[in-house]
């Protein structure tokens, strides 16, 4: 094991007795399955893993004999100067809508891409989502929500100004200006710099048809786009449906959030129907042969509710979607979110097609159990649960989303007007700390001490090695947003908490 390894591992063992740093607000996601059995101890050793889920919504810990991290590799930060966020936090000026510096061109780590597309179930996935872009969601960019009252999520975005009169032009070039700046050609080319392989990019139905719902619709030039860029930076792009006709979780990061109590409503109706058609729309261009070079596959909808769903409906619903990607390409790979369940749960679906790839998404935040545990407790926890899960199943599977949070304190992570679980504000939790002790702030990188930036580095690294080695990889949640720094790969990547795959594991060090 390196010093930066040892170093890493010292501090956080040092620091598991302790308590852990204090932040300050995702909503929606969970990690691991269910409620398995876990200790609430300050420092949890389960006999098995916690499962974390998403229930409502990228030193390390090495096996002997892995290879030795390449020396750190200098690379710039993604947008180069320092601004500041809608909350007065200082934050990489990548990190926000601005085109402040667009025009510069990233400097390479040193590495690229060789260009061929990621090949699900043979090469490992190294990736990032590119959260909040092409589907809203509030806590990514609170600066588009912070002036419209009561205005939750993307959907009522166009209830408000599209379909009830006054302000739609305003609010369509609002929505452009966001499209248009905040994510561009350069950050797609820093990406593939880095060395990372894959962007996950989310879209919402909407992109493609509304159905006569409120949505601003525009989007679909900016999918094309990226996927030129990624093209010629020599990455690969995983098209990823993240929000359904009537929303298959309730989580505003499917476009329309339900209040607490409220089922969603996408088995009702023309919903399953309309994403099927939406499925047809999207397979009939991005499976086609021409798009071999680029597009790794096409995910066929993001974190099904399936505790509020019908699960038989569901079950039907993959079987008939995967179909109408088979339709168009016997090759295109085919992704399936697990929908909050162990992959052993859908054993009748598609059993041994290879052209089908397993989504876990991996949050160890939005329950209250997890945030009993210490940094150390999230890092063995991580690493048990890989180890009984993704190895032994017969079942293709990587992780599609996963932070270096170990709070739920990032701002409006919960939604709109909603607080955390960390400060005991959300039902069914208990205080445990609070957010922000005036100190040290979540959200704001510039406050972190060596202690917690050691620990968060070492949860990172925990969980790289996990999804390597025992999944098919991993995409990280998410390349930025406007300064919610442990969601934040950019500014983690400028603070040296994040691996880059270009340097061997060695965490990046700016220029």
């Known amino acids: 094991?390196?010093?930066?390894?040892?170093?890493?591992?010292?501090?956080?063992?040092?620091?598991?007795?302790?308590?852990?740093?204090?932040?300050?607000?995702?909503?929606?996601?969970?990690?691991?399955?269910?409620?398995?059995?876990?200790?609430?101890?300050?420092?949890?050793?389960?006999?098995?893993?916690?499962?974390?889920?998403?229930?409502?919504?990228?030193?390390?810990?090495?096996?002997?004999?892995?290879?030795?991290?390449?020396?750190?590799?200098?690379?710039?930060?993604?947008?180069?100067?320092?601004?500041?966020?809608?909350?007065?936090?200082?934050?990489s000026s990548s990190n926000s809508t601005s085109e402040a510096g667009s025009e510069a061109e990233p400097k390479s780590s040193g590495s690229k891409n060789t260009g061929d597309v990621v090949k699900f179930g043979e090469d490992i996935v190294k990736g990032v989502n590119l959260g909040g872009w092409l589907v809203l969601e509030p806590w990514i960019t609170p600066s588009i929500f912070q002036d419209l009252d009561e205005v939750v999520d993307e959907y009522n975005i166009g209830k408000k100004f599209n379909t009830e009169g006054g302000g739609?032009?305003?609010?369509?070039?609002k929505l452009q200006d966001h499209w248009d700046t905040f994510i561009t050609e350069k950050d797609i080319k820093q990406i593939a710099d880095w060395g990372f392989n894959l962007v996950r990019l989310p879209v919402g139905f909407w992109a493609f048809d509304t159905f006569d719902s409120p949505y601003f619709s525009g989007q679909k030039e900016y999918i094309d786009n990226c996927?030129?860029?990624?093209?010629?930076?020599?990455?690969?792009?995983?098209?990823?449906?993240?929000?359904?006709?009537?929303?298959?979780?309730?989580?505003?990061?499917?476009?329309?959030?339900?209040?607490?109590?409220?089922?969603?409503?996408?088995?009702?109706?023309?919903?399953?129907?309309?994403?099927?058609?939406?499925?047809?729309?999207?397979?009939?261009?991005?499976?086609?042969?021409?798009?071999?070079?680029?597009?790794?596959?096409?995910?066929?909808?993001?974190?099904?509710?399936?505790?509020?769903?019908d699960v038989e409906k569901l079950k039907d619903f993959m079987k008939d979607a995967a179909q109408v990607v088979k339709d168009v390409s016997k090759t295109r790979k085919i992704v399936i979110n697990d929908a909050f369940k162990p992959p052993e749960s859908w054993t009748d679906i598609l059993p041994g097609d290879e052209q089908v790839i397993w989504d876990h998404h991996e949050y160890q935040i939005f329950q209250d159990k997890f945030l009993t545990m210490t940094p150390e407790g999230h890092v063995e926890n991580v690493t048990a649960f890989a180890a009984e899960n993704y190895a032994s199943e017969s079942k293709t599977v990587f992780v599609g989303e996963w932070s270096a949070a170990m709070t739920d304190c990032a701002f409006w992570l919960n939604g709109v007007g909603r607080d955390s679980r960390e400060e005991g504000k959300m039902p069914d939790s208990t205080f445990h700390r609070k957010c922000n002790d005036g100190k040290i702030n979540k959200d704001d990188i510039t406050t972190w001490d060596q202690t917690l930036k050691d620990q968060t580095r070492a949860y990172i690294e925990a969980q790289i090695e996990a999804f390597e080695t025992k999944a098919k990889g991993w995409v990280y949640w998410t390349y930025k947003t406007e300064g919610n720094a442990e969601w934040d790969m950019g500014l983690l990547i400028e603070n040296e908490l994040f691996p880059l795959p270009s340097a061997g594991g060695a965490a990046a060090k700016p220029a």
């Not at 302790?18 to 050793?45: E, L, M, R």
């Not at 739609?168 to 070039?173: H, V």
């Open 168 to 173: 739609s032009e305003k609010a369509k070039s």
């Open 1 to 91: 094991m390196g010093n930066f390894k040892k170093a890493a591992l010292v501090a956080l063992v040092a620091a598991a007795g302790s308590s852990f740093a204090k932040p300050c607000a995702k909503p929606q996601n969970s990690g691991q399955y269910g409620d398995t059995a876990g200790s609430n101890s300050n420092n949890p050793t389960p006999a098995a893993p916690i499962n974390p889920v998403q229930p409502n919504g990228e030193g390390s810990f090495v096996p002997a004999g892995s290879p030795t991290p390449l020396p750190q590799t200098e690379v710039p930060p993604p947008g180069g100067e320092t601004g500041a966020d809608t909350s007065g936090n200082s934050t």
């Open 227 to 309: 996927i030129e860029w990624a093209r010629a930076a020599g990455l690969s792009v995983l098209i990823d449906l993240h929000g359904a006709p009537q929303s298959q979780n309730g989580f505003d990061n499917s476009g329309q959030r339900t209040e607490d109590g409220e089922m969603p409503q996408w088995q009702e109706g023309s919903g399953v129907e309309n994403t099927i058609k939406t499925l047809e729309t999207i397979s009939k261009k991005y499976a086609a042969p021409e798009y071999d070079d680029v597009i790794a596959g096409i995910e066929l909808l993001n974190e099904p509710m399936s505790d509020k769903l």
